[in-house]
């Protein structure tokens, strides 16, 4: 039986995301720190085209950034962390963008499911300090 949107609890909890594959969980942290990422820049930047908003959202979300991220935030992650980042890492792919390396590629997607399995965990505070810390370090990379 199909469970439909009516189901709250079909939204409100995932009974276990450790089961999830990496690449669900990768596609779920890919939204989560999308959504951060445009609430970030609305607050700096207000009220500017949504056109500029978006080219600098790119800088945010490309692989490389993310990679980048990843890499300085090993220390501050515990294992279990680094395994779900090592379990993104290692997931194959149909696709991957052109203008990416694959290396990069890969520690994004390993990223993405970080941020995916502490999201769907519950795991509010920790999902929050990895993705300021990240912004705040693609930030300082940019600039």
């Not at 609890?9 to 779920?28: C, G, R, T």
């Amino acid at each position: 039986m199909e469970k439909s949107l009516k189901d709250l609890n079909a939204i409100k909890e995932v009974k276990d995301a450790n089961l999830l594959s990496p690449l669900v969980l990768a596609y779920m942290g890919d939204c989560v720190y999308e959504i951060y990422v445009r609430k970030y820049l609305i607050c700096k930047y207000g009220n500017i085209k949504v056109n500029d908003m978006h080219k600098k959202a790119t800088n945010f979300v490309k692989a490389k950034a993310q990679a980048m991220a990843v890499m300085a935030l090993k220390e501050e992650l515990d294992e279990a962390e680094w395994a779900i980042v090592k379990r993104g890492r290692n997931q194959k792919s149909c696709s991957m963008p052109k203008n990416a390396q694959a290396s990069d590629y890969r520690y994004a997607t390993g990223f993405e499911t970080l941020i995916g399995y502490l999201y769907l965990n519950g795991l509010e505070e920790k999902l929050e300090a990895v993705i300021e810390k990240s912004i705040e370090l693609i930030e300082n990379q940019i600039q």
